[in-house]
């Protein structure tokens, strides 16, 4: 990785400030940015959607799989080379078809998209996480006066999260499942799930680079900028519900989160119910699509 040429970046965003408008979305209608030129085509369309009442009887017919698409801006080679020598996307998929029934396939990207962003697009059942929106996370841990050696690290880490972020919406599709409330806060929690209860430390430490990054997002966004409309929810309620999902899971070992600064005391007492209900919601959703 070419650290020098995130530097300049680093330098130029901060002069522009970055409005993130949509990140982690899930795409049902509408194409991306930049997609026509380099793009997957929707030859899984017609697979037929799972049936909901055949609980006990799903067959895998599909796979997570990796598609490497080419790189249209030079200035994100050394990244994407970085990415595929690494298999970064494919050790993903491993771990997830080791887990996953699928009834199609599912794609999973790296790629520029001109648009900082990441995003399922349930059309072409792609998962897509754009290199802009690693840089993005680069340049926001960079402007917290982080190292350059942390904020590329803890860029992993928060990408991570948004990667998981977006299965979460591609498995609400794909399996049809049942989502009461947001469907952004529902693809957060799958996140937090899948990071907390299977990736070890990896895990808490992807959540809490996103928490981060909420928090530092929040502190660069005037509030005459938000839109109250977006499907999202503020930075702020993200960042709290993150750490609330970390101290929830063993309230011993992340003590150290309860704090006035980071999670308040009246949140905290609600947080192992919350982390639970959540956890349990998850792991029922998930369990008929378990492989043994
Ligand atoms: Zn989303």
Redesign the pocket.
Same mark, same amino acid.
């Given at each position: 990785m070419n650290r020098s040429q995130f530097n300049l970046l680093a330098v130029l965003a901060i002069l522009i400030i970055v409005t993130v408008s949509c990140v #982690?979305?899930?795409s049902r209608n509408s194409a991306p940015n930049n997609q026509s030129a380099n793009t997957i085509k929707p030859e899984e369309t017609d697979a037929p959607k799972p049936d909901k009442a055949d609980d006990n009887k799903k067959s895998d017919k599909g796979d997570f799989l990796v598609k490497h698409l080419e790189v249209t801006n030079s200035r994100y080679n050394e990244i994407d080379r970085q990415i595929k020598d690494e298999k970064l996307l494919e050790k993903a998929a491993d771990k997830l078809n080791q887990s996953l029934i699928l009834p199609y396939d599912i794609n999973l990207i790296t790629k520029d998209c001109g648009e900082v962003n990441a995003? #399922?697009d349930a059309n072409t059942h792609s998962v897509t996480v754009c290199y802009e929106l690693m840089e993005h996370f680069y340049t926001v841990f960079r402007s917290d006066g982080l190292s350059d050696e942390k904020a590329y690290d803890k860029m992993f880490d928060a990408v991570r999260f948004a990667f998981l972020?977006?299965i979460? &919406?591609a498995l609400i599709d794909t399996y049809n499942l049942p989502i009461t409330g947001s $469907? $952004?806060d529902a693809?957060?929690r799958c996140s937090s799930f899948i990071n907390l209860t299977e990736l070890g430390e990896d895990g808490v430490n992807a959540v809490l680079a996103a928490a981060d990054a909420f928090a530092i997002e929040s502190k660069n966004t005037s509030s005459n900028k938000r839109n109250l409309a977006d $499907? &999202?929810l503020l930075q702020e309620q993200r960042f709290y519900n993150s750490l609330c999902m970390i101290y929830g899971s063993n309230t011993t070992k992340y003590a150290y989160i309860l704090d006035d600064q980071y999670l308040p005391k009246e949140r905290a007492v609600k947080c192992p119910q919350e982390y639970e209900r959540t956890a349990d919601s998850w792991s029922n959703l998930l369990a008929p699509w378990r492989k043994k």
């Open positions: #982690y979305r899930s995003f #399922y972020h977006e979460g &919406h $469907e $952004e693809a957060d $499907e &999202h």
